[in-house]
């Protein structure tokens, strides 16, 4: 893919800028604007999130407080075609990127002068979205004369918690459930984890999505599954929960998810009535059961008193609710972000750049879209 960006803001000789992708390799790495013991002022991060299908920015200030958080979604263009088409969520990020910028600006009211730090989502997602968050903010990152910080998406969705809880700090154990990830963490400091277990096949965000297809609600599935869950029997039917071999930490829900299609198929060929409520809240008890109990033993075994959860899957009332009770009764500290932080957002991204920042790390213009990048893995750090 190839993106020409024209940044329509000038220099520091009054001259606009054009960028085109091929040139970037010429650019030399960014310099930093300030040195570490300048810390004291307020750190200013512009953050931009564009992996998926939400074009949204950010302007945070000392990480934790959000000024502004713009969110662009393209749900209802997607909705027609029953989940993401990448081509045509590419292409609507170009097209919104520039206006999401200057809302979350306006909104916050600074200019690009008061930024410090450009921090942006370089995977894991989509190839073509993710460059035009990235293209942006290296163009961005390189006409300012700011510092770029490439941040990991799955990490993005732990440091949510950290903007809703101000006094919150590592370690904890974080449940990373979203369309794309089903992570168990141990974040032992800022930047270090341990990943305890992921799943093995589908994502939890995935199933619920691919299981509202087959009951026929729309896109995304998470949120209408829980809605029509609240008015349905959860334990109607007996649908299996995988716990896997050997006190194993990963997941899978792709045995689930056939049982599901199993039953809806042989109820309709026997002319069963299917109770959509009733399918709805035991395929969701049995998504939560699993995500319970798996994180209730990963915070015994790394004996941390607090568990944090993320990504889209946590605005789940169900799981709120009984992680919330289990949490309580093995006396941990429970962490839940609001659901506007839980699903894509800039702000994750913008504390995270912060954190990075201020350890003292920055990436160059050579910084690449990482799809299939991996929790803990960095590239380009500089
Ligand atoms: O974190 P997110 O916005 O995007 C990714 O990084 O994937 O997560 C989106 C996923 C979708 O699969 C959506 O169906 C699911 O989160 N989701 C929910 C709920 N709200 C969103 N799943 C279950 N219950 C919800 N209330
Ligand atoms: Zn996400």
New binding site residues.
């Given amino acids: 893919m190839f993106i020409v960006l024209y940044v329509e803001r000038q220099n520091k000789y009054n001259e606009p800028l054009v960028f085109r992708g091929s040139s970037l390799k010429e650019i030399k790495t960014t310099k930093r604007t300030k040195e570490k013991g300048k810390m004291n002022k307020d750190i200013i991060t512009l953050g931009l999130e564009s992996s998926?299908d939400e074009t949204s920015v950010s302007v945070m200030k000392n990480g934790r407080e959000v000024l502004s958080n713009i969110v662009s979604s393209q749900i209802d263009l997607h909705k027609k075609f029953g989940g993401v088409v990448p081509e045509v969520a590419s292409r609507k990020h170009v097209e919104n990127i520039s206006y999401v910028i200057d809302e979350a600006l306006e909104e916050a009211n600074v200019t690009f002068e008061d930024i410090d730090v450009i921090g942006v989502t370089y995977g894991p997602g989509l190839v073509g979205a993710l460059l035009v968050g990235l293209s942006t903010a290296k163009a961005l990152a390189y006409s300012l004369n700011k510092p770029l910080v490439g941040v990991n998406?799955i990490e993005g969705?732990i440091y949510a918690n950290f903007i809703e809880y101000k006094d919150l700090e590592p370690p904890f154990v974080c449940l990373i459930v979203?369309?794309?990830?089903t992570h168990l963490v141990y974040m032992k400091d800022y930047g270090v984890y341990e990943v305890l277990g992921k799943t093995r096949d589908d994502a939890a965000?995935?199933a619920?999505?691919k299981i509202a297809r087959a009951i026929g609600l729309g896109y995304?599935?998470?949120?209408l599954?829980?809605k029509l869950s609240k008015k349905g029997n959860k334990e109607a039917i007996a649908f299996p929960r995988t716990y896997l071999k050997n006190d194993s930490l990963d997941f899978s829900f792709s045995g689930l998810k056939s049982s599901v299609l199993n039953y809806l198929n042989s109820s309709k060929m026997k002319e069963i009535p299917i109770v959509e409520e009733d399918v709805a809240a035991s395929f969701q008890q049995a998504v939560i059961d699993v995500l319970v109990d798996k994180t209730i033993t990963a915070a015994k075994k790394c004996g941390v008193d607090k568990i944090v959860i993320a990504?889209?899957?946590a605005?789940?009332?169900g799981l709120r609710e009984l992680l919330g009770e289990e949490s309580k009764k093995n006396k941990f500290k429970l962490m839940v972000p609001p659901i506007s932080l839980?699903?894509?957002n800039a702000a994750m991204i913008g504390c995270a750049a912060y954190y990075d920042y201020i350890n003292g790390h920055h990436a160059d213009m050579y910084l690449n879209a990482v799809p299939n990048l991996k929790l803990g893995e960095k590239y380009n750090k500089v």
């Fill in positions: 998926c998406h969705h979203s369309g794309g990830h965000g995935e619920f999505d995304p599935g998470g949120p599954i829980d990504g889209g899957v605005a789940n009332s839980c699903t894509d």
